[in-house]
């Protein structure tokens, strides 16, 4: 049977026609996380290895390719994602930080650990907002992340919650979780400075290899900061699923098999 079936809706087959493919999420993991992880850690030295490119392109390689698949992305998909350019706004603030950090003549300055913790610290925070922001634009973002119906049967819980004439809890719900997604991000923050003060803050401004013990305190902040955001929003997105289901359930009347997509 061919795409263009009389099964289908016309807006069904031109919509199949003009879904922009996905993104690979382990492509996004590899080369704007796990990479620069790896070159700041190995590269950095100034050796007699091949790879020992030295603190200075080991940083400018790292930063430069989150910033080019960011380009490419954008690129080939013609559509900015929301996730990716908090990241390379990280990206480029990581260097812009770096730059200052390494002019302070033959020492790295004394302010790296603080300066580096308030810029991990203001980037979930960023991200977090986003949330608050575009719930409140009536775009919200947390519909895209978890409250979508691709999990939700989302026209059947809006029919129910209409019929019942709950449409002000249902919003009050949904701003809820929200709030508490936000927290996630909160949480994040403060664990982001902290990793910053923990790996940067016995850094050796004197130390005859400076820029090489920076980068790979870089590379720890980056690695462990991939961990300290993921794994709240990993704990808080389930519980704000079991919160969604259990509140969705209350004001709808439907069972938690008839509010989740069949799979």
């Not at 930080?97 to 300066?115: D, E, F, H, M």
């Not at 809006?158 to 996630?184: C, H, M, P």
């Not at 991939?226 to 709240?232: E, N």
Request: hydrophobic share 50%.
């Amino acid at each position: 049977m061919s795409e263009d079936s009389p099964d289908k809706a016309p807006e069904e087959v031109i919509a199949a026609k003009v879904a922009p493919p996905q993104d690979n999420p382990f492509a996004n993991i590899i080369i704007n996380v796990l990479a620069p992880v790896l070159v700041l850690s190995y590269l950095s030295k100034d050796g007699d290895k091949l790879w020992h490119v030295g603190p200075m392109w080991a940083m400018f390689i790292a930063l430069a390719l989150p910033i080019g698949y960011g380009l490419w992305h954008y690129v080939k998909y013609r559509q900015m994602n929301i996730f990716s350019l908090v990241g390379l706004l990280s990206v480029l603030l990581t260097g812009a930080i770096t730059i200052y950090l390494w002019s302070g003549g033959q020492s790295v300055r004394k302010n790296a650990a603080l300066l580096f913790g308030i810029k991990e610290a203001v980037q979930p925070l960023i991200l977090g907002s986003l949330f608050l922001i575009t719930h409140k634009m009536g775009k919200p973002l947390f519909n895209l992340f978890l409250y979508n119906d691709n999990i939700f049967d989302l026209p059947r819980i809006e029919g129910a919650v209409k019929e019942r004439d709950n449409q002000t809890n249902y919003q009050a719900l949904l701003w809820k979780s929200t709030i508490l997604f936000f927290g996630s991000f909160l949480i994040s923050s403060v664990m982001n400075l902290a990793l910053a003060f923990h790996f940067l803050g016995d850094l050796d401004p004197m130390s005859a290899d400076w820029k090489q013990l920076y980068n790979k305190d870089v590379a720890k902040i980056t690695g462990w900061g991939f961990v300290v955001i993921g794994v709240p929003l990993l704990v808080v997105s389930g519980f704000i699923l079991w919160y969604l289901i259990a509140g969705l359930k209350r004001l709808t009347g439907l069972e938690t098999e008839t509010i989740m997509q069949a799979r």
